[in-house]
């Protein structure tokens, strides 16, 4: 009976073993070439009207190495990304990852650093790069007024000369009184 019992052991943790690796890889699927990958929690965390996510005062950074998973072993199995996480240390979540390879951590690295000692000498320093290309925004202009006085708004998408009809409110939602 014993006999049979280690191979079926031994078959079970390898199949685990391999389970783990596959699982745990690097993500490729869905991510950019680098292998660089970014992911945002949300279901535990406040999202306002507006759909923006509250982070509470109380969640930390992390910065530390990433793993593509485990051998047969439970020995990490090396992998040449670093990753920073923002977590709640209360509640043992973790809301954002983002693992990238050491190249752009190298960059962030420096541009943080940059802005800090800029920051430094002068408190009254700003940065604030150039993150959209103007030319890719759309542009509205406002066509009618429904008979609910709802604006009717034709969006114009540059470079593919796409039009969209919009019907809804020209401002943000007004908060509700509780």
Not at 74 to 84: E, G, Y
Request: with cysteine; net charge neutral; glycine share 4%.
């Amino acid at each position: 009976m014993n006999s049979f019992r280690y191979p079926m052991l031994v078959t079970l943790v390898a199949a685990c073993g391999v389970l783990t690796a596959v699982v745990a890889a690097p993500p490729t699927a869905h991510n950019d070439s680098s292998g660089n990958s970014y992911y945002l929690f949300t279901k535990a965390l406040h999202v306002d009207d507006t759909g923006v996510v509250a982070i509470p005062s109380r969640f930390k950074w992390s910065v530390e190495t990433s793993t593509a998973g485990y051998d047969l072993q439970a020995k990490p199995i090396a992998d040449s990304r670093v990753m920073l996480r923002l977590y709640d240390p209360d509640e043992n979540f973790t809301a954002i990852t983002a693992q990238m390879d050491l190249e752009t951590a190298e960059k962030l690295q420096r541009e943080l650093a940059d802005i800090i000692a800029k920051k430094r000498q002068d408190p009254n320093f700003h940065h604030k790069p150039k993150l959209y290309d103007p030319s890719l925004i759309p542009t509205g202009d406002i066509i009618g007024i429904d008979e609910n006085g709802v604006a009717i708004i034709e969006l114009t998408y540059p470079r593919s000369n796409k039009t969209k009809i919009l019907r809804g409110p020209t401002s943000a939602p007004e908060k509700k009184a509780k």
